[in-house]
């Protein structure tokens, strides 16, 4: 297993990137299954799209989850760069993790995430990007985003959610950390369906990625909050998706946390 954490430079404050992420027209391109960029550039389904910048907040990146890819899927990687161009993904062609878990992709990763905190309370989402999901060799789709959530209280966190096709019905108060603040995750093929994330175990300390050491690459945690379209296969960062996936993963454990306001 090789975990991944945060080895970006943190920010101070919650702050636009100087290259903003894309307007809801670009996002809309997510659901177009095709190799044209919005700007009309014909893009070969393997291109790799640079990382942004970073641009969180420092809790953002402290708390971000450290992750083991199995090996039956692909690795996250960048959505889009910082010219706009978004990552046209990868049609479903060949097996589940064919052409997609490469290095190249690690080192050209990006998070999105978004944080609400109120009533003692941090509630954090980490949006991932996958260039597709496939359930079985030819069968699945282009696009893919899988988030994980985490709610931390007086420093630590309390609970974790993997998102499970768009859903947070297996949220949990026991899990396993690193530096006592970074929740241990798998991405995983769920049986005969697609992939999602889940807790990690002991026996996922076993390094299965292409580096074969731990703390090896580089997660660049962006502001997502201004990616703001929702539904669909896209970040769940707009508002109506975003309080809606933290109360899902909250459920009745979080006493006190309003997942629809921030303050």
Aim: glycine share 10%; proline share 5%.
């Amino acid at each position: 297993m090789q975990l991944l954490p945060t080895l970006a430079v943190l920010g101070s404050a919650l702050t636009a990137l100087a290259n903003p992420l894309p307007s809801p027209e670009l996002a809309n391109a997510f659901n177009n299954d095709h190799d044209v960029s919005p700007n009309g550039t014909v893009l070969v389904s393997r291109d790799i799209r640079g990382s942004l910048p970073v641009g969180a907040h420092g809790t953002e990146h402290r708390f971000q989850p450290v992750i083991d890819f199995d090996k039956d899927g692909c690795y996250y990687t960048s959505a889009v760069d910082p010219a706009s161009n978004l990552n046209p993904g990868l049609g479903t062609g060949g097996c589940p993790h064919h052409d997609c878990r490469e290095l190249s992709r690690l080192d050209n990763n990006n998070v999105y995430s978004r944080m609400r905190c109120n009533n003692g309370w941090c509630a954090i989402m980490y949006e991932y990007y996958f260039e597709k999901d496939l359930w079985a060799c030819g069968s699945g789709h282009r696009h893919e985003w899988e988030n994980i959530i985490v709610f931390v209280q007086n420093d630590r966190p309390r609970r974790v959610s993997g998102a499970r096709h768009g859903k947070h019905d297996s949220a949990t108060n026991s899990f396993r950390v690193k530096d006592d603040t970074r929740v241990k995750m798998v991405y995983h093929k769920e049986g005969a369906g697609t992939h999602n994330f889940r807790t990690a175990n002991a026996g996922d300390d076993n390094i299965e990625n292409h580096t074969g050491q731990c703390d090896a690459m580089r997660n660049k945690v962006l502001d997502g909050k201004n990616w703001s379209n929702d539904g669909g296969i896209r970040p769940k960062l707009g508002d109506r998706d975003f309080a809606e996936n933290l109360r899902q993963a909250a459920g009745n454990q979080v006493p006190g946390f309003n997942p629809d306001i921030d303050g």
